[in-house]
């Protein structure tokens, strides 16, 4: 199965070319039941964390912290954050179980680079069952991938009314979740997502470079 294909440069401005699409032939509507409960299933995975595990809709509970909230903005920005972590954490711990599953039998990877050719080709292949459509890096420890049609989040281009959450909010979970693939296979890094015009989504893997103790 083909690499998403890869350009570079300084500043990642020369030699992008997209990769051939993934066709995948004979898709029925097993497959696209799938596809739509585990989008329903993300929506739903984001509010319970972002909203606070303890609380349910229109709870009494929730109507209490959303009153305190309103009277300490401070206090709503922390909580916020805290929700937001556990559900990046949440989607880096199964990452990692994921990929050491994907990973077992496979052939040494032996650069940076190679481990992020994996991640564009069998994570998202299990994951969101397309490639990563394009791969850029500027060869010092930035990678961007490009997801053109990227489907657990295709759902929420067609319809936002009443949906006040921003769209980073919905991609916390899978930075989380590349971004423990990628520490599971040696590449310590941090991943966030840049949604300009759903469905496509860029991921922006940057290196991080460990402070010597010498």
Not at 56 to 81: C, H, L, M, Q, Y
């Amino acid at each position: 199965m083909a690499s998403p294909k890869v350009g570079g440069g300084a500043g990642m401005s020369g030699g992008v070319s997209a990769a051939a699409p993934l066709v995948v032939g004979g898709l029925g509507s097993k497959r696209e039941v799938l596809a739509s409960g585990i989008q329903l299933f993300l929506i739903e995975h984001v509010e319970y964390f972002l909203r606070g595990r303890d609380a349910s809709p229109g709870s009494i509970t929730r109507k209490w912290n959303d009153s305190v909230a309103v009277r300490d903005p401070e206090e709503k920005r922390r909580n916020e954050f805290d929700n937001k972590l556990r559900l990046e954490l949440n989607g880096f711990e199964i990452g990692q179980r994921l990929i050491e599953r994907l990973a077992v039998d496979k052939d040494m990877l032996d650069s940076e680079l190679d481990i992020v050719k994996f991640i564009c080709r069998e994570l998202w292949e299990a994951s969101f069952s397309k490639q990563v459509d394009v791969l850029r890096t500027n060869r010092k420890g930035l990678y961007v991938l490009q997801d053109s049609n990227f489907k657990w989040l295709a759902s929420l281009s067609k319809n936002r009314d009443g949906d006040t959450r921003s769209l980073e909010d919905y991609a916390v979970f899978p930075c989380g979740l590349v971004c423990g693939a990628l520490h599971k296979l040696g590449m310590k890094c941090q991943v966030t997502a840049d949604i300009k015009a759903l469905p496509r989504v860029e991921f922006f893997v940057q290196m991080v470079v460990e402070a010597s103790n010498t």
